[in-house]
């Protein structure tokens, strides 16, 4: 028997001259202070609160949330300069609450595959209400 295939996600953005990143069609103004490292957070916040959000809907939980990420980016011992030392701080609301916790939290963390990209493990702090 054939071993199933794995899905495969494609994404596709596009960044002019003037700092306008679009993608799926629609067109955001990126600031002109925001290093690409600020987006790399931002997508880790995103991408950590969609995790959470898929595994609550599943257990019927509903999630209100906001985050904040910080990261240290130096040179590694390899000599290239990459992310060394990443935070992730996310307040939650969950309800109701779940049966496991920190079975749900550890899944969300799992799957947020802008963290499992990343060469630094991300710490995430958690504050569930």
Not at 17 to 22: I, L, N, P, V
Request: glycine fraction near 6%; aromatic fraction near 6%.
């Amino acid at each position: 028997m054939a071993e199933p295939k794995p899905r495969v996600f494609d994404y596709e953005v596009t960044l002019d001259g003037e700092g306008r990143a679009t993608a799926q069609e629609s067109t955001i103004d990126v600031p002109q202070e925001w290093a690409p490292e600020h987006l790399v957070l931002a997508g880790l916040v995103d991408c950590s609160l969609t995790s959470l959000r898929y595994h609550a809907k599943r257990e019927a939980i509903e999630v209100v949330a906001s985050g904040a990420a910080t990261g240290t980016v130096t040179r590694r011992e390899d000599g290239r300069f990459a992310f060394v030392d990443i935070e992730v701080r996310l307040d939650v609301a969950l309800t109701p609450p779940p049966a496991d916790q920190a079975a749900l939290l550890a899944k969300a963390e799992r799957d947020c595959f802008i963290g499992a990209s990343l060469t630094a493990k991300p710490r995430y702090v958690w504050n569930v209400t």
